[in-house]
C-alpha cells in the first residue's frame, strides 16, 4: 500500500534562519501519530510543509502525489477559521466547506456535529474555545480523505471537550487514513497513539512505536519524551 | 478505560478482556463487540485493540470466525487453564515480593492465613 506520508530530505529556511532541516519521515496507512515537541519546535510548519501552504526544499508525497494541488486533496488540515468573520453562521461555513472540498461529506458532518453538540444556528463568535475546537475537529473529519492533520487539538479545553474529541477521532478516522495529531503535553492522548514522531534540534529527532518504547523502557510515553530533553540540550 | 502508560496497551486491553471472560461478563461462545466498537469503550487505537485481539486468537481464547465477527472459545478447559495461569501470575508477584522482605515460605503462609482472616472478619 502506498504510505500515507512520504519526506525526504526536507528543509525549510525563514530568512536566514532554519526552522527545520532534513526531515525524512515516512508514515504508512491507517496510523494516528503524537507529533511531539515544545512550543516553537517547528510542529506546525512541519504541517504547512505537508500542506504545501509552506515550501520547502526537498520531496513531500501525500499518498503518492507530490503536487501541491494533489497533496492538498489528500490533507484534511485543522484549519482554525481566522478567515471567516466571528458574525458568520456555523451554517455558512459548513455550506462553504462544502463547495470547497469534493470530499466533504455533509451527513459525515451531520453525525460529528450531533455527537459533539455543536449547534450550527449559532455565530462563530459565539463559540467558546472548547466549542470552536470542537466544530475544527468536525469540519476537519467530515472529509473523507488519506491523510488527516490536527493541530494541537486540546490546548486550552477541558477534560470533557476533550474526551468527546478523542472518542470522535476513533470513531469517524477511516481504517486506511493516518492521522497526525501535534500536542505538547502528551499523556492526553498517549494512549490512542500508534507511534510518536519528536521534533526536536530542528528536525525529526525520533519516530518509534508508542507500545514499543512502554515494552523497551517500561516508561510511559510522557516519560520517555521528557527524557529525551534530560539528556542535555544540543541546541544550536 | 483507565491506562497505565509504562504497559504496552494491548497488552492492558489483552487484559481487561480476559478479566471480562473469567469473570463471566463474556460468556464462552459470547461475540465480541466490533473491533472500532471495542476501540471505542476502551478508548484506545483500532490497531492496538485488533493487537490484542490477535494475541487473544492465538491463545486461543477468542475464535475469529470469517465474516462473522470474534468469538469468546466455547471450549470452558480453556478458560478454565486461563484462569489457572492469570492467578499464578498474581500469586507469583506477591510470592516474589515477600520473598524480597525475607520471608520463609512458612512465614508467607501464616502471614496470608492471618491476612484472609482479618480480611474475611473486616467483611
Same mark, same amino acid.
Given at each position: 500500500?502506498?504510505?500515507?506520508?512520504?519526506?525526504q530530505n526536507?528543509?525549510?529556511?525563514?530568512?536566514?534562519?532554519?526552522?527545520?532541516h532534513d526531515?525524512?519521515?515516512?508514515?504508512?496507512?491507517?496510523?494516528i501519530?503524537g507529533?511531539?515537541?515544545?512550543n516553537g519546535a517547528?510542529?506546525?510548519?512541519?504541517m504547512?510543509l505537508i500542506t504545501?501552504s509552506?515550501?520547502?526544499?526537498g520531496?513531500?508525497?501525500v499518498?503518492?502525489?507530490?503536487?501541491?494541488a494533489?497533496?492538498k486533496?489528500y490533507?484534511? %488540515?485543522?484549519?482554525?477559521?481566522?478567515?471567516?468573520?466571528?458574525?458568520?453562521?456555523?451554517v455558512?461555513?459548513?455550506a %462553504?466547506?462544502e463547495?470547497?472540498y469534493?470530499?466533504f461529506?455533509?451527513?459525515?458532518f451531520?453525525?460529528l456535529a450531533? %455527537?459533539?453538540?455543536?449547534?450550527?444556528?449559532?455565530?462563530?463568535a459565539?463559540l467558546s474555545?472548547?466549542m470552536k475546537?470542537?466544530?475544527v475537529i !468536525?469540519?476537519?473529519l467530515?472529509r473523507r480523505?488519506t491523510?488527516?492533520?490536527?493541530?494541537e487539538? %486540546?490546548s486550552?479545553?477541558?477534560?470533557m471537550s476533550?474526551?468527546? /474529541?478523542i472518542?470522535?477521532?476513533?470513531?469517524?478516522?477511516?481504517?486506511?487514513a493516518?492521522m497526525v495529531?501535534?500536542?505538547h503535553?502528551v499523556?492526553e492522548? !498517549?494512549?490512542i497513539?500508534?507511534?510518536?514522531?519528536v521534533?526536536?534540534?530542528?528536525t /525529526?529527532?525520533?519516530h518509534?512505536?508508542a507500545?514499543?518504547?512502554?515494552e523497551?523502557f517500561?516508561?510511559?510515553?510522557?516519560a520517555?519524551y521528557e527524557?529525551?530533553?534530560?539528556?542535555g540540550n544540543?541546541?544550536? | 478505560?483507565?491506562?497505565?502508560?509504562k504497559?504496552?496497551?494491548y497488552?492492558?486491553i @489483552?487484559?481487561?478482556?480476559?478479566h471480562?471472560?473469567i469473570t463471566?461478563?463474556?460468556k464462552?461462545? @459470547?461475540?465480541?463487540?466490533?473491533v472500532?466498537q471495542l476501540?471505542?469503550?476502551?478508548?484506545?487505537?483500532?490497531n492496538t485493540?485488533?493487537?490484542?485481539l490477535?494475541?487473544m486468537?492465538t491463545?486461543?481464547?477468542?475464535?475469529s470466525?470469517?465474516?462473522?465477527?470474534?468469538?469468546?472459545t466455547?471450549?470452558t478447559?480453556k478458560?478454565?487453564?486461563?484462569k489457572?495461569q492469570?492467578?499464578?501470575?498474581q500469586?507469583a508477584?506477591?510470592?516474589?515480593q515477600l520473598?524480597?522482605?525475607?520471608?520463609s515460605?512458612?512465614?508467607i503462609?501464616?502471614?496470608l492465613?492471618?491476612?484472609?482472616?482479618?480480611?474475611?472478619?473486616a467483611?
Amino acid at each position: 500500500m502506498t504510505d500515507s506520508l512520504s519526506m525526504q530530505n526536507v528543509t525549510y529556511k525563514r530568512g536566514m534562519k532554519t526552522i527545520l532541516h532534513d526531515v525524512d519521515l515516512t508514515l504508512a496507512p491507517g496510523k494516528i501519530v503524537g507529533l511531539l515537541g515544545e512550543n516553537g519546535a517547528g510542529k506546525t510548519t512541519l504541517m504547512r510543509l505537508i500542506t504545501g501552504s509552506a515550501k520547502g526544499k526537498g520531496t513531500t508525497m501525500v499518498n503518492g502525489a507530490a503536487a501541491e494541488a494533489d497533496r492538498k486533496r489528500y490533507v484534511s %488540515f485543522s484549519e482554525q477559521l481566522r478567515g471567516f468573520a466571528g458574525g458568520t453562521k456555523l451554517v455558512k461555513i459548513v455550506a %462553504f466547506y462544502e463547495t470547497v472540498y469534493g470530499d466533504f461529506e455533509a451527513d459525515r458532518f451531520a453525525e460529528l456535529a450531533d %455527537f459533539l453538540q455543536i449547534d450550527t444556528s449559532l455565530k462563530l463568535a459565539a463559540l467558546s474555545k472548547g466549542m470552536k475546537e470542537k466544530l475544527v475537529i !468536525a469540519l476537519t473529519l467530515a472529509r473523507r480523505t488519506t491523510l488527516y492533520l490536527l493541530d494541537e487539538p %486540546f490546548s486550552g479545553i477541558d477534560s470533557m471537550s476533550r474526551k468527546k /474529541i478523542i472518542n470522535s477521532i476513533i470513531q469517524w478516522k477511516p481504517e486506511n487514513a493516518t492521522m497526525v495529531i501535534s500536542d505538547h503535553y502528551v499523556s492526553e492522548i !498517549a494512549p490512542i497513539l500508534d507511534e510518536i514522531v519528536v521534533v526536536k534540534d530542528q528536525t /525529526i529527532y525520533t519516530h518509534r512505536k508508542a507500545d514499543e518504547v512502554r515494552e523497551e523502557f517500561n516508561i510511559g510515553i510522557e516519560a520517555y519524551y521528557e527524557s529525551l530533553y534530560e539528556r542535555g540540550n544540543d541546541n544550536d | 478505560m483507565n491506562f497505565d502508560d509504562k504497559v504496552p496497551i494491548y497488552y492492558q486491553i @489483552e487484559n481487561h478482556i480476559y478479566h471480562e471472560i473469567i469473570t463471566g461478563t463474556l460468556k464462552p461462545g @459470547e461475540k465480541l463487540p466490533s473491533v472500532r466498537q471495542l476501540a471505542v469503550d476502551v478508548t484506545a487505537n483500532v490497531n492496538t485493540v485488533q493487537r490484542a485481539l490477535s494475541e487473544m486468537i492465538t491463545a486461543g481464547i477468542i475464535e475469529s470466525k470469517r465474516g462473522r465477527g470474534n468469538f469468546v472459545t466455547m471450549e470452558t478447559a480453556k478458560i478454565e487453564q486461563l484462569k489457572v495461569q492469570l492467578v499464578t501470575a498474581q500469586l507469583a508477584q506477591v510470592y516474589e515480593q515477600l520473598h524480597a522482605l525475607n520471608l520463609s515460605d512458612t512465614e508467607i503462609l501464616t502471614s496470608l492465613q492471618q491476612y484472609i482472616q482479618q480480611r474475611g472478619q473486616a467483611k
